[in-house]
């Protein structure tokens, strides 16, 4: 199993950035996907997560309303599109997949997840 994370990169405050995860190896459509980033000195942390069909989606506080997480099954791919981009956003950001039955129950401990992307690196400056 391969999960690809590209898109990162080095931004001004208030920029976008789409982040796309490429994933090889495993039935897509049959897999939670998650977006988690990672700041120095931090734990890993939630991002958004979208269910098998695209319909269902979560995120964190800290991004509702700027970042929107889409899939497209037949490419293999998850994508994280961020707007109005602020410095604290800066991380290493992950993508990953979740092998369950029900979309309900805990999604945010990075433990959940089955496969892990290598991360790419997105930096905000103000």
């Known amino acids: ?4 994370a590209s898109g990162g990169g080095l931004v001004q405050a208030g920029d976008s950035l789409r982040l796309s995860c490429a994933a090889s190896g495993l039935t897509f459509s049959s897999y939670v996907m ?4 990672q700041a120095p000195g931090k734990e890993r942390e939630f991002v958004a997560r979208i269910n098998w069909s695209g319909r269902s ?3 964190a506080d ?3 309303g700027r970042f929107t997480i889409s899939r497209d099954n037949a490419k293999n791919t998850v994508y994280l599109q961020m707007n109005s981009l ?3 956003d800066t991380a290493v950001y992950y993508c990953a997949a979740d092998w369950r039955t029900s979309y309900s129950g805990t999604y945010y401990i990075p ?3 089955d496969y892990w992307g290598q991360g790419t690196q997105v930096t905000v400056s103000s």
């Open 1 to 4: 199993v391969q999960l690809q």
């Open 34 to 37: 998650g977006w988690f980033r």
């Open 57 to 59: 989606t979560d995120y």
């Open 62 to 64: 800290s991004v509702k």
């Open 86 to 88: 602020k410095p604290e």
């Open 111 to 113: 433990g959940e997840y």
